[in-house]
């Protein structure tokens, strides 16, 4: 079922994105790319991910279903073809959450309301974030945009909040939306995957207010750590 908008003002509202946030998106991608050179060779496998490159650069997200329909040109007699539609659609994603994940999730959810804010098409996101069982861990409480640091008035409509965390892998996103909500905001960044590992040894400006290994690490986090950059929220009585 979908969720609804929130009326009610909370104290705090936590944000978690998805790939290489609370699953392991490199993976999947890995596994996909063995699973096109298997069934394609190696060469069609590469003209995939440059056609992949060449939407994410138009689109400004990973849209896997439209590469596909791009990549069947010339493919439409190999019966491998219509394979990867179920090869996606039917991905185990359950199988690829970080160890502790959905610990974390409960974890957070008990401290205050939290949601998924992620960025991705219409499509396989949403059937991404089902198959991975964390539709269900946040009772259906996910915003999927285009590019979600520019909808930080939508969501704050949707979840209006006195303070907000965002827990992310791309500490330059993180930044960026630091910039817009100022010390409403407080930035988690979880050094997994490929992006965290490109943005080592680089200048963040704003630097996240928490840096940790792992999503399973914010379980031992408690409310207060959450809020050191927001000296006037009120934080409930223990």
Request: hydrophobic share 40%; with cysteine; charged share 25%.
């Amino acid at each position: 079922m979908l969720s609804t908008p929130t009326s009610a003002t909370a104290s705090i509202v936590f944000l978690l994105d998805v790939d290489n946030t609370l699953l392991d998106n490199d993976r999947f991608t890995a596994d996909l790319g063995d699973t096109l050179e298997q069934a394609f060779g190696a060469a069609e496998r590469e003209r995939y991910w440059t056609i992949y490159a060449r939407l994410r650069d138009e689109l400004g997200y990973a849209d896997y279903l439209g590469t596909l329909q791009q990549f069947r040109k010339g493919l439409d007699n190999d019966p491998s073809l219509l394979q990867m539609s179920k090869y996606l659609l039917e991905y185990p994603f359950a199988d690829r959450l970080y160890p502790q994940a959905l610990d974390t999730i409960a974890h957070l959810r008990s401290l205050g309301p939290t949601a998924i804010l992620s960025d991705g098409d219409v499509v396989f996101q949403p059937r991404k974030i089902q198959h991975a069982g964390l539709w269900d861990a946040l009772r259906g409480e996910v915003l999927i945009y285009l590019h979600k640091q520019q909808m930080l008035v939508a969501m704050q409509q949707r979840y209006p909040a006195a303070h907000y965390v965002m827990v992310d892998d791309k500490p330059h996103l993180l930044a960026e939306m630091k910039q817009r909500l100022g010390h409403k905001l407080s930035t988690v960044f979880v050094r997994q995957g490929h992006y965290a590992a490109a943005a080592a040894g680089e200048t963040i400006d704003p630097a996240p207010d928490i840096t940790t290994a792992c999503i399973g690490d914010l379980r031992e986090r408690k409310l207060a750590d959450f809020v050191r950059a927001a000296p006037t929220i009120n934080l409930p009585a223990d």
